[in-house]
């Protein structure tokens, strides 16, 4: 890019050495990317640490080694196996209805030409909301005796106690998060179908195809890159999802809704195991990195990369 | 805009509008419903059937401020500690995405993905280190602590946003600056980085935005001194019961300045919340 113009900028022959090496944008880069290392690499090391040691926090923090012990221990918990169960039904479950809905919901926009912008603003809102509100918004609407939700349930016959029973306070917590993230969806979806030029639409209109085979093989191709994006940003988010569940159910009603996120917060900063905690933690933390590496290759093969 | 194609039949101009509609109602009655509540006496907010009319009052807000927890210093916890660490992380991240839009070195590829990466870690992998290192130097319970680790997520995300905003900027504007006469910084400053002002703004707020929003880091990291607003909201559910009043009214005092935030960079969100892995419009 600016190759051939750096020579100008570098006026004093002296600082050409150091310079050539890291170069100005190098340079630029220093401080961000020290800062970020020490605020990644000492943490990772660090639980690294702890998941080999058992820690004491009375007088100081100390590591006692214990070598393997905790890793052993992750073979033999059925718990945590199924709460990794449950952490995926939940983001199939999250991630699949934000998916549908926000899609849904884009392509409705996308016809109301007039009121499309007014009506998205109105829509983007739930994105904006502390999670930890939505938990308590979702509390205060699903509340046995005075929720609204409650309420109109009971109107079409339903009168359970929402939050109180398995099954209902999955969906719930779920139905949290889908309220709060469709947004999102909907809006890079919008943002993508707006892009898709005129001309194309008016060929498939031209070559007789209907609505769906319209949006099945000329709209649906070209906003796929954008949905993916989407898809793979949410799934991220997904995966960590702990506010809301924490203070609406926190895991509960019998471990209904206890996802990995929310045993590891018990497991280190409720019964202090916080050896057993850093393992649980790094496990996470790779399947994390697996799904951003598909992230990257991904985009990469659909050149979305820069 | 309204060509032939366009024009579909009535019936299904009817279903888009009822899908439009059920969606605004699902997406907007609890927004509104939690403003309505924070403006209801205690009786009215507890009603077994919903109080649709009802005389309002500013009762719950005037507890909450002059209560024995005022909200005040949560209020400020806030407002100091995510706005200092957006702040830091736009000025940090500038430079750094400044650097990594231009750079050529061989390693862009794996270093772009070591940042991203850090974003996308498990909240919980975080905390936990950090929880022991801060403990070590002190910084549970401290402004300074929370900016630090509100910075863990927010410098990350700042530096590759800010990375696709100088990408769309022509490198021509850069190469006629030095060929001007600009020194590669007096570029940077006075030419470069004015031209992505949109894209400040818009990493500023949404940096704000997850920060001023997050409870999982303020939950282990602050203490009396430091909590913030997400902490003031969870800690009125208490064992006796939870003073829904005042919570509603904590809630719209959480969630309105974030929602104009928000609107406020309302063109840029796609290019923000897709990481700029997607420009939209």
Redesign the interface.
């Known amino acids: ?5 750096d020579a ?2 570098e ?1 004093p022959v002296r600082n050409t050495k150091p310079r050539k090496r890291i ?11 020290a ?2 290392a020490l ?2 690499v ?3 090391v ?2 690294t640490a ?1 998941s080999f040691s058992r ?1 004491r ?1 009375l007088g ?2 100390v590591f006692d080694n214990v070598g393997l012990t905790y890793w052993a221990r992750l073979f033999g918990d059925l718990d945590l196996w199924v709460q990794w169960l449950r952490t995926i039904a939940f983001f199939v479950l999250t991630v699949g209805l934000e998916m549908l ?1 926000g899609l ?2 884009a392509l ?2 996308w ?3 007039r009121a499309r912008n007014l ?1 998205l ?13 939505v938990g ?6 699903t ?1 046995s ?2 929720g ?1 939700y409650t ?1 109109l349930l009971g109107l079409v016959g339903y009168h359970g106690d929402i939050l109180g029973g398995g099954t209902s306070a999955f969906l719930a917590v779920v139905a949290m998060d889908v ?1 709060e993230w469709t ?2 969806i909907t ?2 979806v919008l ?2 179908l ?2 898709v030029p ?1 001309s194309i ?2 060929a ?2 031209l070559d007789g195809a209907n ?1 769906w085979q319209t949006f099945r093989h000329v709209l649906l191709p070209s906003i796929s ?2 949905l993916l ?2 898809l793979l ?1 949410r799934s ?1 988010d997904a ?2 999802y ?2 809301i569940i ?2 609406t159910t926190n895991g509960g009603p019998a471990d209904a809704t206890k996802t990995v ?1 929310i045993r ?2 018990e497991t ?2 409720r019964f202090f195991d ?1 050896g057993y ?2 393992v ?3 496990v ?2 790779v399947v ?2 697996l ?3 598909a992230f ?1 290759r991904v ?1 990469d093969r659909k050149g ?3 | 805009m309204t060509s032939a194609i366009d024009r579909t039949p009535l019936r299904a101009r009817l279903g888009v509008r009822a899908v439009v509609i059920v969606g605004l109602l699902w997406t907007l009655v609890p927004l509104v419903w939690m403003v309505a509540s924070s403006f209801k006496s205690d009786v009215d907010v507890t009603a077994a059937e919903p109080e649709f009319l009802f005389q309002p009052t500013l009762e719950n807000y005037r507890s909450l401020f002059t209560g024995a927890n005022n909200l005040g210093p949560y209020i400020w916890h806030s407002v100091l500690a995510s706005g200092i660490s957006s702040a830091l992380a736009v000025a940090i991240g500038a430079l750094a995405g400044y650097g990594l839009a231009g750079t050529r070195m061989r390693a862009k590829k794996h270093v772009a993905f070591w940042i991203i990466s850090t974003r996308m870690a498990p909240i919980a992998v975080v905390v936990l280190p950090l929880f022991l290192l801060f403990r070590g130097a002190n910084l549970i319970d401290s402004i300074p602590g929370l900016i630090l680790a509100y910075l863990t997520f927010n410098l990350p995300f700042a530096i590759w946003l800010m990375s696709a905003f100088f990408a769309e900027v022509p490198p021509s504007v850069e190469e006629s600056a030095l060929v001007a006469g600009c020194t590669r910084w007096q570029a940077f400053w006075h030419v470069v980085l004015p031209l992505t002002k949109s894209g400040l703004v818009t990493t500023f707020v949404l940096c704000l935005v997850f920060s001023w929003n997050d409870y999982a880091f303020a939950l282990v990291f602050s203490g009396p001194h430091s909590q913030t607003l997400p902490i003031a909201a969870d800690q009125l559910v208490t064992q006796t019961g939870i003073d829904w009043g005042q919570l509603t009214a904590i809630g719209t005092i959480v969630v309105l300045p974030m929602i104009a935030a928000g609107l406020a960079v309302r063109r840029w969100l796609v290019t923000g919340l897709t990481l700029g892995a997607v420009t939209g419009e």
């Not at chain 1, 890019?1 to 113009?5: F, K, S």
């Not at chain 1, 308590?136 to 609407?141: E, S, W």
């Open positions: 890019m600016t190759t051939t113009l100008p900028a006026a170069g100005f944008h190098g340079l630029m880069m220093t401080p961000g990317t800062l970020l605020l990644s000492i943490p990772l660090t639980i702890m820690v926090l100081g923090v809905l849904g919901f409705c926009l016809k109301l030409v009506l603003t109105l829509f983007l809102l739930p994105m904006f909301v502390a999670p930890v509100i308590l918004l979702g509390r205060f609407l509340d005796t005075f609204l309420w309220w947004p999102l809006l890079v943002a993508g707006t892009a005129q639409r008016e498939a209109a609505g890159g954008v994006v989407a940003i991220m995966i960590r702990f506010d924490s203070v996120p590891l917060y280190a900063f916080l905690a850093a649980i933690g790094l996470m933390l994390t990195i799904i951003a590496r990257v985009l979305l990369t820069r």
